[in-house]
């Protein structure tokens, strides 16, 4: 999974202790098990890591001890993580190791939901995500602008996927006729 993070630009100025792609290998490893909503868990998460899992992934050796111990990284670095990695070029990744691990998706004759949720970790921020209905795939998701409801992050999730040939459902909020202009004009 870590090739696929290797082209994200990293912000950090000075020589990192952790490489990005090992934090973003450690960060999706955890959404994927137990529950992880923020920084503190995914510290908790990279900490119960076992030693060859933390040599893995390139965490700096702890020379204090005799045994053969890493360092995982902190709070801190977790936050740095969350809060500065572009999302399009995560989503990106994660799309192409999808991809790599699933084969290519087929859009033609699938179903494609789209449905808006809300943070469990930030109550009163949503963000609109698409699934292939019929491989249980996920495609994308685009975070709901602040003051603002899920029809405009759905219809930017919608430009931005590959659904040709595809029959995309939403819920009850969405049919309105500026939600989809190109299907208004069929029909």
């Known amino acids: 999974m870590g090739l696929f993070f290797a082209g994200l630009p990293d912000w950090r100025q000075r020589r990192p202790d952790f490489p990005l792609s090992s934090l973003l290998t450690v960060s999706v490893c955890a959404l994927l098990g137990p ?8 510290a908790a998460f990279a900490a119960n890591l076992t030693v060859a899992h933390k040599a893995a992934r390139h965490f700096p050796r702890d020379w204090s001890h005799r045994q053969r111990r ?6 801190s670095s977790c936050f740095r993580l969350l809060s500065h990695v572009p999302p399009r070029q995560l989503e990106a990744a994660l799309l192409a190791g ?16 789209v449905d808006g949720k809300e943070w469990l970790s930030r109550p009163g921020r949503q963000v609109v995500s698409a699934y292939s209905v019929r491989d249980g795939r996920w495609l994308g998701s685009e975070p709901v602008a602040e003051k603002s409801n899920e029809i405009p992050a759905a219809q930017e999730r919608r430009r931005r996927a590959d659904r040709e ?11 309105q006729t500026e939600v989809d202009p190109e299907n208004r004009a069929r029909g």
């Open 35 to 42: 529950v992880c909503l923020g920084q503190r868990d995914l």
């Open 165 to 175: 040939g595809a029959r995309v459902t939403a819920d009850a909020l969405h049919p």
């Open 98 to 113: 999808q991809d790599q691990v699933s084969g290519q998706r087929d859009p033609a004759g699938d179903r494609v939901a």
């Open 70 to 75: 890493y360092r995982p990284p902190g709070e």
